[in-house]
């Protein structure tokens, strides 16, 4: 005779089915998103430099990327494309932004004020978006502060040579000055001694 099959075998069966059926969900639903890759998401940069911002992503159809400015001085919109068109450049990048197909941008020529987030929207065709940040830290380039730092103490040192030498001068007229009047006080004691002399 053969044994019934148990409630633990079903129950266990309903599990897997149920686990596959979510695990096939989720694929068909990640491949309709969009994934978006920051291989770099803080860049360290001197004033003048070109930086590129570098990205990825990856998705069905043609997208739409966006890229923002964040800082103190408030949020600014940089760029805005589909891969394949021409880039809609706002005027205060025109010029100093390069795009590229994968999503990445290139700022060209940075300062101190380029510092601060930088915010990447890819936005799919059926309306699924995902964003990422890059933070950007411009500093100004070291060998200008030495640069300054060396002017200084040339200049320093050049006030200090002149100060020597006016203080070499003014002794020497001091010394001179003294012995003119060494030698006057001089005579003038022989001639007080003459005097005295002869008046004996």
């Not at 979510?22 to 309709?32: D, I, K």
């Not at 589909?82 to 809609?88: I, R, S, Y």
């Not at 590229?100 to 890819?122: A, E, K, M, P, W």
Request: glycine share 6%; hydrophobic share 40%.
């Amino acid at each position: 005779m053969r044994p019934l099959p148990s409630r633990r075998r079903k129950s266990h069966g309903l599990s897997l089915g149920v686990f596959a059926l979510c695990l096939a969900a989720a694929c068909c639903l990640q491949s309709q998103g969009v994934s978006l890759y920051i291989p770099q998401a803080a860049i360290n940069a001197t004033v003048e430099e070109d930086i590129l911002l570098s990205v990825a992503y990856s998705c069905h159809g043609i997208p739409t990327i966006e890229w923002k400015y964040t800082s103190n001085w408030g949020v600014q919109k940089i760029v805005e494309w589909k891969p394949g068109t021409q880039a809609n450049i706002s005027q205060s990048h025109k010029d100093r932004v390069c795009t590229f197909d994968n999503g990445s941008i290139q700022l060209f020529s940075v300062g101190v004020r380029d510092s601060g987030y930088y915010v990447i929207t890819v936005t799919e065709r059926l309306g699924s978006s995902q964003f990422g940040t890059i933070v950007l830290h411009v500093s100004e380039i070291l060998y200008e502060d030495l640069h300054f730092v060396a002017v200084f103490l040339a200049l320093l040192a050049a006030v200090a040579a002149v100060l020597i030498s006016l203080m070499w001068v003014c002794n020497k007229c001091a010394y001179k000055f003294q012995r003119k009047r060494r030698h006057k006080l001089k005579e003038s004691t022989t001639e007080e001694i003459e005097l005295q002399d002869v008046e004996c």
